[in-house]
């Protein structure tokens, strides 16, 4: 059971990485910013991309996620959104004995990158969440299901776990210094959740699709519990400017899980793909 447990630990890491992974603000730039549907750049991903990951434990494909931007054109209180949806499922002999399905939707404001509404259906061995948030960026407040969560006033860029990775791919980290730390601010299980990431530095790795460039980020972690150093969990995101993840990397106290990108569609700006 304890093996169990870390690996559905790793699980949900992964899923914070990839749905959430990098809802970032400077911590020396940070400010309260009085009109959140203030516009946004936006050169990073466009309505019909579509990412395909694998996720390994060991040797074991465990898992398949994929993360698309569809065609529903829907409004919130007359703004126009993107209607984002992340799916995950455990595949293969993991399936057999932990099957996850997993669905998360975000209904993001195309000009301020905003989540307007969150939608999670998770069914994780057996373990099922059904959550349904609306987002009101003027009173700074989350409702679900009648009730009302309050946001600090110097978090008006809360995001959720999807929108936060849409969010942080139209930041430039052309200026970013290994050693800068970044903060996630998500809502999360009914609370804020906060998760500070570092970054690295550059690096150029190689996967099945070939040799990309990358900027690598590194979460801050604890460690003891599931990881045996604070340098086992690591990220690479492609250095261009789409800034998607094409690898998700960490070694825990039963092994090791790896997510990589298996596939890309539709996507707004060429990758830092190498041609050999």
Same mark, same amino acid.
């Given at each position: 059971?304890?093996?169990? #447990? ?5 699980? /949900?890491?992964?899923? #914070?990485?990839?749905?959430a992974? =990098?809802g ?5 730039? =940070? ?6 549907? !203030? ?15 694998? #996720? ?6 465990? $898992? ?7 065609? %529903?054109? @829907?409004?919130?209180? $007359? ?9 995950g ?31 999670? @259906?998770?069914?994780?061995g057996g ?16 409702? !679900? %299901?009648?009730? +009302? ?12 776990? &999807? *929108? *936060? ?5 139209c ?7 290994? $050693?800068?730390?970044?903060t996630?601010? =998500?809502?999360?299980? %009914? ?11 550059? %690096? +150029?790795?190689t +996967? =099945? #699709?070939?040799?990309?460039? /990358?900027?690598?980020? @590194?979460?801050? &972690?604890?460690k $003891? @519990? ?29 092994g !090791? ?6 596939d890309?569609?539709?996507?707004? !700006? ?7």
């Open positions: 059971m304890k093996t169990l #447990l870390d690996v559905k630990f790793a699980l /949900c890491v992964f899923a #914070l990485i990839l749905l992974s =990098s970032f603000n400077a911590q020396t730039n =940070s400010h309260i910013n009085p009109d959140p549907f !203030s516009p946004k750049k936006n050169k990073a991903f466009k309505t019909g991309e579509l990412l395909t990951y694998r #996720l390994h434990y060991g040797a074991i494909d465990a $898992g398949i996620a994929t993360l698309e931007v569809t065609n %529903e054109e @829907r409004e919130f209180g $007359g703004r126009p959104t993107y209607h984002v949806v992340g799916i499922k455990s595949i293969g002999a993991f399936d057999w004995f932990f099957k996850v399905r997993d669905r998360y939707e975000s209904y993001i404001d195309r000009e301020a990158l905003l989540p307007m509404a969150f939608i999670r @259906r998770v069914d994780e373990y099922k969440i059904n959550q349904n948030y609306v987002y009101n960026h003027h009173t700074n407040q989350v409702i !679900s %299901e009648g009730k +009302t969560y309050d946001v600090p006033k110097d978090k008006r860029d809360l995001q959720d776990m &999807i *929108s *936060s990775f849409y969010f942080a791919r930041i430039d980290f052309s200026n970013a210094k290994p $050693g800068n730390i970044y996630i601010n =998500s809502f999360v299980d %009914e609370e804020l959740f906060p998760m500070k990431i570092k970054y690295v530095g550059k %690096e +150029t790795i +996967t =099945s #699709l070939g040799k990309f460039k /990358c900027i690598k980020f @590194r979460p801050v &972690i604890q $003891g @519990r599931i990881f045996k150093d604070e340098e086992d969990l690591n990220v690479w995101i492609s250095d261009d400017e789409n800034k998607i993840p094409i690898r998700a990397q960490a070694n825990i106290l039963v !090791s899980v790896k997510m990589d990108l298996k890309y569609r539709g996507l707004a !700006s060429p990758i830092s793909k190498i041609q050999e």
